[in-house]
């Protein structure tokens, strides 16, 4: 079980997250494994977080997503949704001279961002939705506190999220991709994949799916008598065959047990997801340390990851015949699909949650308050 310790007072990176522990989404086993690669290269971290649901532990979570060395994580009420209104003002009001004089201050949330923006915290935001930003009319907040000197730095998670912040002026020195990651240790011992499979492939999704994230793309899949289709996650939606298996979502930690059993991962993003336009999944990592042959959508996002022909086939999603295609491809040529889930497993090893760590560490330690904007 991982412990979990006290948070110090000198703490070097200050993570303040909307991360609710209790939902083991995305986002916070994102939040979680940053949080770890940085305490694995040697840099503090104290993590903020709402408080969570339920009656299991910090360190039972923790240990659910694979986290193996201690963090400093502590719940604060403050930051409950109840204070948003309030600009998450009990937070503050406990721990402003502490974010005053840390070294790093961090967050991924964009509430939490303008927050720090009103409570003159200057800190760095981390982007995963340029669209979203757009919408929500917080794109223009955030560079008036990027202007004022409150946002130091921006770290978006795609080039094609860099892009809109280089657009608006900001210095390219300014701008880091922060691709996310995948927690290579879980990923050790996976069984080597066996091209035999693709005789009769199991073909697997690994998350939620529903209409709008590629369910007819899997439907078209498994429809095909000698394809077996599995979601590990849930359905959304009800599917118009019963041919596709359902495994209800397992801990984290346990997922590279369920990718072994894989002969080909599909990753069907649509094209009209809120986040398309600059999504950089932890699964697509997550599948290239599998070592497994990869079927991803072809989104300008996902081509910065995902090479064509290299390490994955990128495909249509609005093509659903070109996702049959593409496992019929890979039948055909079996020693192709072998090379190709290789190099996948061989290129994984770039994005591994340290790795991320580094940039973070080597940008915002370095980094003297004073000449912030130099």
């Known amino acids: 079980m991982a412990p979990s310790e006290p948070l110090e007072n000198a703490a070097r990176f200050v993570y303040v997250s909307r991360a609710r522990l209790h939902r083991p989404r995305a986002n916070v086993i994102q939040t979680i494994k940053t949080a770890e690669g940085l305490a694995r290269i040697g840099v503090s971290v104290a993590l903020f977080v709402p408080p969570w649901k339920g009656t299991r532990s910090k360190d039972e979570i923790l240990n659910d997503m694979g986290v193996g060395v ?14 948003k209104p309030m600009a998450f003002a009990p937070f503050f009001w406990r721990h402003k001279k502490r974010l005053q004089n840390a070294p790093v201050v961090y967050t991924r949330s964009a509430v939490l961002s303008l927050a720090l923006m009103k409570h003159g915290i200057p800190h760095s935001f981390e982007v995963h939705d340029m669209d979203a930003l757009q919408r929500q009319n917080v794109l223009q907040r955030l560079m008036e506190g ?17 892009q809109g912040f280089l657009d608006l002026g900001v210095p390219p020195e300014r701008v880091h991709v922060c691709p996310c990651g995948v927690d290579l240790g879980l990923f050790e011992n996976i069984a080597p994949w066996d091209p ?7 073909i697997m999704y690994v998350g939620r799916i529903s209409r709008h994230r590629g369910l007819s793309l899997l439907e078209r899949l498994a429809v095909q008598e000698t394809f077996r289709v599995t979601v590990v996650g849930s359905l959304e939606d009800s599917p118009e065959t019963e041919r596709i298996g359902v495994i209800p979502f397992v801990p984290h930690h346990q997922i590279p047990r369920y990718l072994e059993q894989a002969d080909i991962l599909v990753m069907p993003y649509q094209r009209n997801l809120p986040h398309a336009g600059s999504i950089s999944p932890m699964k697509l990592f997550e599948a290239m340390a599998a070592g497994r042959p990869i079927l991803v959508s072809d989104l300008e996002p996902i081509r910065e990851i995902a090479r064509h ?23 055909e040529h079996p020693g192709f699909a072998r090379e190709l889930a290789a190099r996948a497993q061989k290129d994984a090893a770039r994005y591994s949650w340290e790795n991320r760590a580094r940039i973070l560490r080597d940008t915002l330690l370095a980094e003297k308050p004073e000449h912030a904007h130099g």
């Open 196 to 202: 035999s499979g693709l005789k009769r492939p199991h």
């Open 70 to 83: 201690a963090l400093g994580i502590r719940a604060d009420s403050g930051l409950r949704s109840f204070w």
């Open 309 to 331: 022909g290299r390490n994955a086939l990128c495909v249509d999603p609005d093509d659903e015949e070109a996702w049959l295609e593409a496992v019929r491809f890979l039948q």
């Open 146 to 162: 990027y202007t004022k000197g409150l946002i130091r730095r921006f770290f978006p998670i795609s080039q094609a999220a860099a």
